[in-house]
T-cell receptor, first 115, second 113 residues
Framework: DAGITQSPRYKITETGRQVTLMCHQT?????MFWYRQDLGHGLRLIYY???????DKGEVPDGYVVSRSKTENFPLTLESATRSQTSVYFC??????????????FGQGTRLTVV | GENVEQHPSTLSVQEGDSAVIKCTYS??????FPWYKQELGKRPQLIID?????GEKKDQRIAVTLNKTAKHFSLHITETQPEDSAVYFC????????????FGAGTILRVKS
């Protein structure tokens, strides 16, 4: 589990500010994901990436931007934070496997509060 | 796109009793169904998974069953213990670019001692 880390663990920001959440993995997994966790909604996919420079939208991408210039990093940026983006954010990674049958490993999460 | 529904949203059982959590999925092409356990303040961690060519899998007190025809799968925990108290998530892999996991909304399991 120590192979995937998120920073910061906690963040308070003001409405309208830009904030970036970092995710770093040491396994060289191809696939990386960003989820947000809200009570009653489980884990909802924001963006995912199949490899460096390849990203795609998930279920709830509005207001978020991602990049993946290196395999090991997958930062998530909130361009102009809103209170509705207050949530716990989890990054995850998976290695390629036969027809995608591989475990996803999660980072420890970032609790973001927008005031 | 894929949709995963999970029931119940909360479940309370007495220590030693069994607990069952059920999920349904919409994409018939899905072929991998993991279950994750998340303790308070921690990250989700895999506890068991099943592939579509298998109907049942067991690991000590935990078992998962899959009915591909009905597109539903279930988590069974026997002889529950207080340390089983957590949030449990089911998920299904969408067979498309990225092989993304789509999660259910979660079940809060409370084991009363």
């Amino acid at each position: 589990d120590a192979g995937i880390t998120q920073s910061p663990r906690y963040k308070i920001t003001e409405t309208g500010r830009q904030v970036t959440l970092m995710c770093h993995q040491t396994w060289s997994h191809s696939y990386m994901f960003w989820y947000r966790q809200d009570l009653g909604h489980g884990l909802r996919l924001i963006y995912y990436s199949a490899a460096a420079d390849i990203t795609d939208k998930g279920e709830v991408p509005d207001g978020y931007v991602v990049s993946r210039s290196k395999t090991e990093n997958f930062p998530l940026t909130l361009e102009s934070a809103t209170r509705s983006q207050t949530s716990v954010y989890f990054c995850a990674s998976r290695r390629p496997g036969t027809e995608g049958l591989t475990e996803a490993f999660f980072g420890q999460g970032t609790r973001l509060t927008v005031v | 796109g894929e949709n995963v529904e999970q029931h119940p949203s909360t479940l309370s059982v007495q220590e030693g009793d069994s607990a069952v959590i059920k999920c349904t999925y919409s994409d018939s092409a899905s072929n991998y169904f993991p279950w994750y356990k998340q303790e308070l303040g921690k990250r989700p961690q895999l506890i068991i998974d099943i592939r579509s060519n298998v109907g049942e899998k067991k690991d000590q007190r935990i078992a998962v069953t899959l009915n591909k025809t009905a597109k539903h799968f279930s988590l069974h925990i026997t002889e529950t213990q207080p340390e089983d108290s957590a949030v449990y998530f089911c998920a299904a892999t969408v067979m498309e670019y990225g092989n993304k996991l789509v999660f259910g909304a979660g079940t809060i399991l409370r084991v009363k001692s």
